[in-house]
């Protein structure tokens, strides 16, 4: 299917979902706006979703940047960097291999997981802020599972943060290490993206639309950081990943086995 953006079935879907988006990127730390793709998936294609999520998360990324500018710990953003590249390669050749089906289930299971990996570390069963010292290697690998995670459904926070939750950096510090980190991913990302056909329907079009939905849902976040009780914002939110994850591993093993 080729995009159109005004068509009110596709706005109805994304807008709320570059909302989301930009709002957890703005003010709490990026990783529950990978809740973008599994919200728009529901009423688009999953390959359409997240080549139109793509270039809103580099606006978004952009943004980020001047925030947080020379704030991060260049070590560690550096070895997730690289480890992201063979994660990203290898995203990229999974996704070629999957049907539709395959793919809605695997963003469905991701949702989950996600959903998983945060109550772990509500109920403290994740170390974190436990100080280890830096290794390349552990953050390499780290930033490999981010990259492919990325790459089929937006979805490097969970992988990032839990190599970066063991470091134990200071607030600020942590939050500008995934501003670069993902900088570098989404960028990383649209050459591979143009290559597999993610971008063959539209969906940049569709994506320049939605632009200033991306600035809105940042800016907002960076004032709801100030104003709005995290826990409240997070509640909402992962019920939105808990029907939407469960609806689209439902719908893709059905669409598999049926």
């Known amino acids: 299917m080729t995009v159109d953006p005004f068509d009110p079935h596709f706005l109805a879907a994304a807008a709320p ?16 706006g990978f809740a973008a793709t599994p919200i728009m998936a529901l009423a ?11 270039p809103l998360l580099c606006v978004m990324d952009l943004t980020g940047l001047r925030a947080y500018w020379r704030r991060w710990s260049w070590p560690d953003a550096r070895a997730l960097m690289a480890g992201a ?8 050749a999974f996704v070629t ?6 793919l809605r289930l695997l963003i469905g299971l991701i949702a989950l997981g996600f959903l998983a990996f945060q109550l772990a570390r509500a109920r403290g069963w994740m170390a974190g802020g ?11 690998f780290w930033g490999a599972v981010c990259g492919f995670t990325s790459f089929a459904s937006h979805a490097g926070g969970p992988p990032a943060a839990i190599y970066l939750l063991g470091r134990g950096l200071e607030k ?3 939050q500008a290490t995934t501003v670069i980190l993902f900088w570098w991913v989404n960028l990383v990302k649209i050459g591979p993206y143009w290559a597999v056909g993610l971008f063959g329907q539209g969906q940049p079009t569709a994506a320049l639309a939605l632009a200033p ?20 914002y997070f509640r909402v939110l992962y019920v939105l990943l808990a029907l939407t994850g469960t609806k689209l591993t439902v719908d893709g093993l059905a669409g598999l086995l049926g």
């Open 213 to 232: 939905l991306a600035v809105l849902g940042f800016l907002a976040g960076v004032w709801a950081h100030s104003h709005v009780p995290e826990r409240w």
């Open 172 to 174: 600020t510090t942590y």
């Open 130 to 140: 436990g100080g280890r010292p830096y290794s390349g290697a552990r953050g390499g």
């Open 17 to 32: 979902a570059v909302l989301v988006a930009g709002i957890s990127k703005g003010g709490f730390g990026g990783g529950a």
């Open 85 to 92: 590249v063979p994660g990203i390669a290898l995203g990229a």
């Open 44 to 54: 688009l294609p999953p390959e359409v979703a997240v080549g139109v999520m793509l």
């Open 97 to 102: 291999l999957i049907p539709t089906d395959g």
